[in-house]
């Protein structure tokens, strides 16, 4: 056996539970499949594909488009497959060997796993205990750090925060590189980085398709950034990294704005629903601006009740274990239906607690 890179055996992929019930909550994917019509346009637009033929390298029909939705330049749209690999391409150029990355803690687990993968130093900046983010740590780590790339998750996930205008600005006005604000929920809160975004600032948002756009299984994603930083990234990426079907399923969805936002709306509106039911019961609720909401059972353990709600129909993500969210839960927004199942079964759970803090596992 080969062994693997010094710097990557302590290292484990990113994982989520697939376990077989009626009601699936833990991925944050919409719960809608695409509006009626995508499937029928999509297919028309395959079957004039020449297959032989490579992709456009530069998918520039594709950049056009998301650039009209945004109000920028093509030339500031960069796509790739799914958002992960725009970070990871983003991490290739500006990080690496020799180079430190910022995250505030808890936050999205790829960040700091792609950059250790590229051979970059991590540090970690501390939240506070109701996640959000003090100015002071932040200045704190900037200064110590002197990140080549920091990282801002808005809404953060898995808190479902939503990081205030300043703490950008902050990041603008004292990080000594590269700003990445990850807004692949940028949809359901109520600001976007995206109209910050200028030649003169080092700041890229990135965006996915998988999220409001229902295409999670197509893994399409993109950034918005200084044309200088765009141009960069061509020297990293993989020649005809995103094939033909990505780049005609992204045009195609685009041309279904309209109930895109309706479902949006819809979401936020059970998100709120959800929230509003967890505070009646023994839980601590996190506020949310994202279409899942994190919480902590107060009583009782949370793995256990994790293991309930499976035992129920129900899977949420488990993120009891991990660091700084001890005993925590978090449940994707589903449709009203599925959210109805999950607040029965949490309740039926919570009602059925032993003394001992376990919940009662048998099945509803």
């Given amino acids: 056996m080969i062994p693997v890179r010094d710097d990557l055996r302590a290292l484990e992929g990113y994982h989520s ?63 790739a497959n799914g958002s992960n690999e725009v970070l990871q391409t983003v991490l290739l150029a500006y990080a690496g060997p020799g180079r430190t990355v910022v995250t505030f803690e808890p936050t999205y687990q790829m960040h700091a796993q792609i950059a250790r993968v590229t051979g970059a130093t991590v540090v970690e900046g501390e939240r506070g205990d109701d996640f959000t983010l003090d100015p002071s740590e932040v200045d704190r780590v900037l200064a110590e750090a002197r ?139 996190f506020e949310s601006g994202a279409n899942f909401v994190l919480f902590r059972p107060q009583a009782t353990d949370g793995r256990s009740v994790w293991q309930a709600l499976v035992d129920r129909s129900v899977l949420v993500r488990d993120c009891s274990s991990w660091p700084r969210l001890d005993n925590c839960l978090r449940v994707t927004v589903g449709t009203p239906d599925e959210n109805d199942r999950f607040l029965a079964a949490l309740a039926d759970t919570l009602s059925s607690s032993g003394p001992a803090g376990s919940a009662d596992t048998r099945k509803a």
């Avoid at 376990?19 to 509006?35: A, G, I, M, W, Y």
Wanted: glycine letters at 4%; aromatic letters at 8%; a negative charge.
């Fill in 17 to 79: 539970a697939q376990v077989d019930v009626d009601v699936r909550l833990n991925t944050n994917e919409s719960p809608f499949s695409p509006p009626d019509g995508f499937r029928d346009a999509l297919a028309a637009e395959m079957s004039r594909v020449d297959w032989n033929r490579y992709p456009d390298r530069a998918a520039s029909a594709l950049r056009a488009d998301i650039a009209a939705l945004h109000g920028c330049d093509p030339a500031q749209v960069f796509v």
């Fill in 147 to 285: 990140p080549h790339v920091v990282f801002l998750t808005s809404p953060n996930n898995p808190t479902g925060l939503v990081e205030p205008r300043e703490r950008v600005e902050q990041l603008l006005a004292s990080a000594p590189g590269l700003v990445v604000v990850d807004e692949a929920y940028a949809q359901f809160a109520n600001w976007s980085a995206l109209d910050m975004v200028d030649e003169s600032k080092p700041l890229v948002v990135t965006r996915t398709f998988s999220k409001t756009w229902s295409m999670a299984g197509a893994r399409l994603g993109y950034l918005v950034g200084p044309t200088w930083l765009v141009a960069e990234l061509d020297k990293v990426v993989l020649p005809y990294h995103l094939d033909v079907v990505k780049q005609l399923a992204g045009r195609v969805a685009l041309r279904y704005t309209d109930e895109m936002n309706e479902r949006v709306a819809l979401l936020v509106s059970e998100r709120d629903r959800i929230t509003a039911a967890l505070r009646v019961l023994p839980i601590d609720v």
